[in-house]
């Protein structure tokens, strides 16, 4: 089992960047596909980015361009990069780790951009 923890969140201002990161501990980090979701108040889950246990990135439409997912496997560490932040995008962004069946979760960390 992996456990997962969000880090990086914070406040910041449209136009601004922000760093997230997502630490796993336990299990053979390499082999997981790791994907970071958001949910904003009042609204679902929506998938933002994905990297695959190869390195292949896919990325919502809404956020090409601006924000980079990216990994780390000696580090057991996956990021995601986030450039020209939009206020709309404050969320709690969630780190997930997919293997097989297995699906995995962080806390959440949260995302405030101010106007």
């Known amino acids: 089992q992996v456990q997962l923890v969000e880090s990086g969140g914070g406040l910041v201002q449209a136009g601004g960047s922000l760093r997230l990161s997502c630490a796993a501990s336990?299990?053979?980090?390499?082999?997981?596909?790791m994907r970071w979701y958001r949910q904003a108040p009042g609204k679902q889950r929506e998938l933002v980015a994905i990297?695959?246990?190869?390195?292949?990135?896919n990325y919502a439409d809404s956020v090409k361009g601006r924000f980079t997912i990216s990994r780390e496997n000696a580090k057991n560490t996956v990021y995601l990069q986030m450039n020209s932040l939009k206020p709309e995008e404050t969320a709690v962004y969630f780190c997930?780790?997919?293997?097989?069946?297995?699906?995995?979760w962080g806390q959440g960390t949260q995302v405030t951009v101010s106007s």
């Open positions: 336990r299990g053979i980090f390499n082999i997981y596909n």
């Open positions: 997930n780790a997919v293997y097989g069946v297995g699906s995995y």
């Open positions: 990297i695959t246990s190869g390195g292949n990135t």
